[in-house]
Structures are given as structure tokens and as C-alpha cells.
């Protein structure tokens, strides 16, 4: 099980772990792989500036911090696929597109 709070967090190219035993936590690891991954593909700063503008509009939206995070399209991403330790293998080019809502 995934310790849920903000345990880590991933800035290309570094992952940063709360605690240092989390780093044979596959599924976290996993978790932030993905998000290097989006990152990567969106040239990292755009990533930065996507992700907080989405957060605001879902802040709007909800009306709650922690529903906001857990409805930015990247993290629905991370989140939806963090247990499937090969979903990187096969994840397509901008898959984060597929968890935006309106």
C-alpha cells in the first residue's frame, strides 16, 4: 500500500521521498516514474505550468485542496496506473490527455 499524503514528489530529473525507506515502494516509485514521463514529453517547465493552472481551475471547481490534486489529469493518470509496474512499456505519447475532465 501506497502511503497516501505527499510522500514524494519528482522534479526532472529527481524523485524526492519523505522518508528513505519509500524507495522500495514499487508502486510509488512507479507513481513518480509516470510523472517523470509526463514531464519529459511536455518539455518539463509547460508540465509546471499546466499542472498548476489545471490544480487552480480544479480548486475552483471543488472547492477542496485534496479533490483538486486528485483531479489534475496527470495525477488521475499516475494514480489510475501506479499498481501496473509495465504501464510505462506501452503508455503512448501524451496518455494524460485520456484522464482530463471537464
Do not use: C
Not at 522534479?11 to 508502486?27: G, S, T
Not at 472547492?63 to 483538486?68: D, E, R
Amino acid at each position: 500500500m501506497v502511503p497516501r499524503g505527499y510522500v514524494g514528489i519528482t522534479i526532472f530529473p529527481f524523485m524526492f521521498l519523505k522518508y528513505k525507506a519509500l524507495k522500495w515502494n514499487k508502486v510509488l516509485i512507479n507513481h513518480e516514474k509516470i510523472h517523470l514521463r509526463q514531464q519529459l514529453e511536455l518539455l518539463i517547465i509547460p508540465f509546471f505550468v499546466l499542472y498548476a493552472f489545471e490544480f487552480f481551475i480544479r480548486l475552483i471547481q471543488y472547492k477542496n485542496w485534496k479533490l483538486a490534486y486528485r483531479n489534475i489529469s496527470f495525477e488521475r493518470e499516475a494514480y489510475s496506473n501506479e499498481k501496473d509496474l509495465d504501464y510505462l512499456k506501452s503508455r503512448l505519447l501524451y496518455s494524460f490527455i485520456n484522464f482530463v475532465r471537464k
